[in-house]
């Protein structure tokens, strides 16, 4: 039987709601909540065609824990406050059609550039250029208390999805609800010095190309190039143009850059070490804590990076839940690529 048939499937240019029929099933297979009822009501958002945007209106910049975070901020001030992570190599610019359409809806949107993208930059020359899982949410954490949020929904993809995955699991007091694109991606040094299948080895190539110091200078060097290759591979069906990808592409120039994407990656092989004062948080980590909030995880029909099998992670999500397939050759970067259907999800998943 093809289980894909038993999510919630969305076309790429359209939304379709299954039956609460369909939505038992998928319940049943995953052990997820059906949604008819938490759906009702919901706010349908408009239409758009990925692209529709190209800058977004309101740049900003703040001081908050190690870093001086660079922001894009859409929607009313005392609107219910989502924030929206970029993964790598990637930048806010992933969410450039995302945010005016949860703005419409009455949300505070805040999307961040990531430590070592755009205009981030940190306050001391002397903090540790890292790259590690739980910094990363640190920075999101310590952003929401600069900018006096209590409580956000939290979504993201790639690099963002696994940050915004530790948000809800290390700090669900913080978060009403997640979107995760693949799923629970929370892992540890241990996990990483399990082998895989070759196949599956010879997707995380540029993990083992980093590992070496020609590794760091080629990034350091064709750090452009570079990113575009894993664009087109992680999204092998998706047709950005040039000027799509430069807008990003200038957030590599980010001096720390190349430092903490080395960092990040060296780090999961167990060949760099993470900071002390984050033990305690990765020990945590490293033992899969459940997550409780509200969750709706998405999946390209089409994402050419390593992903897990949706099966894999269900049981990984107590509260209620829901999957759904994204189809009409969706890649990695979905929000950009299918800017409605993740925006619908963040609706979706705060009425639940």
């Not at 208390?145 to 690099?159: N, R």
């Not at 047709?239 to 990003?248: C, I, N, S």
């Not at 070490?273 to 409780?292: C, Q, S, V």
Request: hydrophobic share 40%; charged share 20%.
């Amino acid at each position: 039987m093809d289980t894909t048939k038993m999510f919630e499937d969305i076309d790429h240019y359209r939304r379709r709601f299954f039956g609460t029929a369909a939505m038992t099933i998928a319940a049943a297979q995953f052990g997820v909540i059906s949604s008819a009822d938490a759906q009702s009501g919901t706010t349908k958002l408009p239409a758009i065609k990925p692209g529709t945007n190209t800058s977004f209106a309101s740049l900003k910049q703040i001081d908050a824990g190690a870093l001086n975070v660079g922001y894009a901020e859409a929607g009313p001030a005392n609107g219910p406050a989502v924030i929206l992570l970029h993964g790598w190599p990637y930048d806010i610019y992933s969410f450039v059609d995302v945010a005016p359409l949860l703005a419409s809806a009455g949300y505070r949107v805040i999307v961040p550039y990531l430590r070592g993208y755009g205009t981030t930059r940190f306050l001391s020359s002397d903090t540790v250029r890292n790259g590690q899982q739980s910094v990363v949410a640190v920075d999101a954490i310590a952003l929401m208390d600069a900018l006096k949020i209590q409580k956000a929904t939290v979504a993201g993809f790639d690099w963002g999805a696994r940050t915004a995955d530790i948000m809800a699991a290390l700090w669900p007091e913080r978060c009403n609800a997640l979107v995760s694109v693949s799923g629970y991606l929370i892992g540890s040094q241990e996990a990483g010095k399990m082998p895989l299948p070759p196949k599956a080895e010879l997707q995380w190539w540029y993990q083992y190309y980093f590992a070496t110091e020609r590794g760091r200078d080629g990034y350091d060097k064709y750090r452009h190039d570079f990113s575009k290759l894993i664009w087109q591979l992680a999204s092998p069906k998706w047709e950005f143009d040039d000027a799509t990808f430069d807008r990003t592409a200038a957030s590599f120039d980010n001096p720390d850059h190349v430092a903490v994407a080395i960092h990040n990656y060296r780090w999961r092989l167990g060949l760099a070490e993470g900071e002390p004062k984050y033990d305690d948080l990765e020990k945590r980590l490293a033992e899969g804590p459940i997550i409780t909030v509200p969750t709706i995880t998405l999946e390209g029909d089409a994402n050419g990076a390593p992903h897990p099998d949706p099966s894999s992670y269900a049981n990984k999500f107590s509260g209620k839940y829901l999957f759904r397939l994204i189809k009409g050759g969706v890649g990695h970067n979905l929000p950009q690529e299918a800017p409605q259907a993740f925006a619908q999800a963040i609706v979706d998943v705060d009425r639940f």
